[in-house]
């Protein structure tokens, strides 16, 4: 493997992709794929989250978008666009699913 100088190697540096959040979509398709990924947090815990992948970028989706999801589907089996509107911050944040036409 070649060395490269701090220079070079700072130059041709990326940062890794930071997961968005759904919420940052305009529209969502319920056909989206699912994937678990685990990580880290500061402590050194493990903790897990849902992503989809969406124009090459990862969108995370919070469990309680999972479960509004699945209740809409309850009443509306063939739901297949909604969007995720979000307020509040931290603790208090919460996700509310809107179905689309």
Not at 64 to 91: H, W
Request: zero cysteines; glycine letters at 4%.
């Amino acid at each position: 493997m070649a060395q490269k100088t701090l220079k070079e190697e700072a130059q041709s540096y990326e940062a890794p992709a930071k997961t968005k959040n759904i919420v940052d979509l305009p529209k969502v398709t319920t056909d989206l794929q699912v994937e678990e990924e685990t990580h880290m947090d500061k402590e050194g815990k493990e903790f897990t989250i849902k992503t989809v992948e969406v124009e090459g970028s990862k969108y995370r989706v919070p469990n309680s978008v999972l479960n509004q999801i699945k209740v809409l589907l309850e009443d509306n089996p063939e739901l297949q666009n909604f969007k995720v509107k979000k307020t509040g911050t931290g603790l208090d944040t919460e996700y509310i699913v809107i179905p689309l036409q």
